[in-house]
Structures are given as C-alpha cells and as structure tokens.
C-alpha cells in the first residue's frame, strides 16, 4: 500500500508494540489480524497527513479505512493473482527483478524468513556488515523505483523463482544446522520451509527445480527426530537410529525427485542434485549401505551446477568416505586458504575428522578446538570440544 519497504516495515512494527500495550488490558481482539491491519493503517493516514506529497495515497487509504475493526479487507481480490499462500505472495513479491540476486534474497530472508542478518551473513559466508549494507540498499532501491507491490504473472513470475527457491532453501538450512543460540535444530523453520515448498509445487507444477527442493527438504527434514538427543545434544548422521526417521517425509521426497527427474528427462539441476545425494542416504538401511561413490560423483556434477566451496568440502567428505580419508583430506587441503571459508566452522571440523581417522590426534585436536571457537551454535560448540577430547 505504502510502497515504502522500511515504512512498511515501520508501521508493522508500531502496530504490533500497539497490540503489546492494549492487548494485556483490554483482550486480544476476536480478529487479532484485522486489528494489527487497522492500526497500521490508521497509523499511515497520519503520517501522509503530515506530508502533501502522498495526498493521493490518503484518499485510496482512506476509502478503505471504511473498513470496521474485525473485517479484514479483501486484499486478494485486489491483488489479482493465483497464489493462495500469504507468506508465498509477500516472498513473491520481494524477489522483485529491480534488485540484484543476492539483494532480493538477503531482503526477503530478513523480512519474511525470520533470520537475523548475522544467521543471513554466515548462510552467504560474508561479513554481517555487508549483508546489513545489502538490505538497505535494496529498501532504497525499491523506494526510488517506486515499485508497485503485486504477484507476477507467467513469465515474470518464473524470472523471479531461482531467488525464491534461493530463500525457501536458506530457511531450511538456518531451521536444518541453527547458526546462533542454544538448539542445533529451529523446527519451526524447518516446518515453514518444507510448507512453502509443498505450494510452490502446486503453484507450478511443471517446474522440475521446484520438485528438487521440495524433495531436497523432505528428504533432510526425515532425519530430524533422530538428529539430536533426549538432552537436544546432536546427533551425527553416521550414528543416528534410522529407524526414527520418518518413513512419510521420505516417501514424499523420493516422489517429489522421481517428478523433478521426469520433467528434466533425467538432468539434474542443483536442488534435484542435492536431493538426489539425500535420497541415497535415505535408501540406506544401514550407513555402510550408502552409496558413496554415487554421492561422491552426484557432488563432482554439483560442483559444475554450482561451483561453491562449500559444495567441494561437501564432496571431499563423500570421497573421503568413499576412497578413504588421505582422498579426503587432499581435497580439503585445497580449500585451506579459500577467503570464503575463513570463518566457516565446518572446513576445521571436516579437516578435524579426516585427521583424527589418519591417527593425526594432535592435529584433529587443534581442527576441533577451531571449529569450536569458530562456531556460533551453543549446541554444535560443545560437540566439536567433545571432539576434541577424544584426542588425547
């Protein structure tokens, strides 16, 4: 309405500390939705009041301020558009083509996704600064284009779908490995994810990366009952009781990569790709029934999808696993002075394990005792001194 991403994002904010006030005393209103709406909306005609170049925004706020306390207004009608999910609509809208890739992304997660921008920085594996300084800008940018609030159609909705796989795809992962704070799991992300996921695939059906994500995060999510202790201690993949990992999540992650293979005639894009790598731990009954040597090859051709460092790492511990840790660990000596990984916990703690199995306990000692320092996960910090321990 306001076309005004920080405004927005203001007038939300004022109506909820609104509610925090009111509500304690006077009860949560039978439509706490409408209220919230209502008052953010009364707080904008106050504000446009105060300034005469948004007099014409007035008059259309106005008309609809009509609108009684506990009737919300029919915003999908005017919208004009065929997705049903609210949160799907907004990531829709705020992967807007004004902004570049890595703006549309780190703005949607910050507003939408529920990440701080230091979970936002560590996901991108750059300083917080930069991500701060990236989603300033990109409120500007949509301000000064002054661009209009509403869900694409046909082909400008499919140019914006890699940025919100993108976002849907790094919900999963902050709700998958926490990044801050006490739990190593954030079901709740998890959960939306995986939800997103489910409709976007409805929504466009023929899209075969559309089906690798939601296959992909089916497939991770299977595992979670069996990740962490009674106590919310982790638990490692190579140690989990598979038998706690749930058979329907599994199913409907096989289905979902058989449709997304189907529809790229066997191709894999990097979402399939990753799914593709999580189906075969899935199929393993037992961890020395995983194919290694397919996950190892599955991650050569995902490092020609997507080149990333953090994919390498990812192959040298499927080689390792496969041909044996020296394998390994050449690879990931490779990756020792990459500027991307300066900071990331997981290339000590990779580097760590793959030592520790060549009986270099010195050295593991000293990777685990890093990676631990490096990390921001209460949860993961006090594994990887575990770890360290056992080196003694």
């Known amino acids: ?71 919300l207004p029919d915003f999908d009608a005017a919208l004009e558009d065929h997705i049903e999910d609210d949160l799907l609509r907004l990531v829709f809208t705020a992967c807007h083509p004004v902004l570049n890739t890595g703006a549309r992304v780190a703005l949607t997660l910050r507003m939408l996704g529920g990440l701080t921008t230091d979970e936002i920085a560590r996901a991108f594996l750059v300083k917080e600064s930069t991500i701060a ?139 399939a790709a990753q799914a593709a790598i999580a189906a075969c731990h899935a199929r393993a009954r037992t961890p020395e029934q995983t194919d290694w040597v397919r996950i190892s090859a599955l991650y050569a051709g995902l490092a020609r999808l997507r080149p990333s460092p953090v994919v390498e790492l990812n192959r040298a511990v499927a080689v390792s696993m496969a041909y044996g840790p020296q394998a390994g660990l050449d690879l990931v000596d490779k990756l020792v002075d990459e500027p991307a990984l300066k900071g990331y916990h997981l290339l000590p703690s990779v580097r760590g394990d793959l030592l520790a199995k060549l009986g270099r306990r010195a050295d593991a000692r000293a990777e685990f005792t890093r990676a631990a320092e490096l990390t921001g996960n209460a949860r993961e910090r006090a594994l990887l001194l575990a770890r360290a321990a056992e080196q003694d």
């Open 133 to 271: 300084q990236r989603i300033v800008r990109a409120k500007r940018s949509l301000t000064a284009a002054n661009v209009p609030f509403e869900v694409p159609e046909g082909e400008e909705r499919v140019k914006r779908l890699s940025s919100v796989l993108e976002v849907i795809y790094l919900i999963f992962n902050e709700g998958y490995s926490a990044t801050r704070g006490d739990d190593w799991l954030r079901p709740a992300l998890c959960e939306e994810a995986q939800r997103l996921a489910r409709v976007l695939a409805g929504l466009m059906p023929a899209e075969p990366e559309v089906h690798g994500l939601a296959a992909l995060v089916e497939l991770q999510a299977s595992r979670n009952a069996a990740r962490t202790d009674a106590s919310g201690a982790p638990i490692l993949l190579l140690d989990q009781d598979r038998s706690r990992w749930n058979q329907l999540l599994i199913r409907r992650g096989l289905a979902a990569l058989t449709r997304a293979e189907e529809l790229a005639e066997g191709a894999y894009g990097p979402y």
């Open 1 to 71: 309405m306001v076309r005004d991403v920080g405004l927005a994002e203001e007038l939300a904010q004022d109506a909820l500390v609104a509610a925090m006030e009111q509500w304690p005393g006077e009860g949560v209103p039978r439509n706490p939705g409408a209220w919230l709406m209502t008052t953010a909306k009364r707080r904008a005609i106050d504000l446009f009041r105060r300034n005469e170049r948004f007099e014409r925004k007035i008059d259309e706020l106005g008309r609809e301020q009509q609108l009684g306390e506990g009737v």
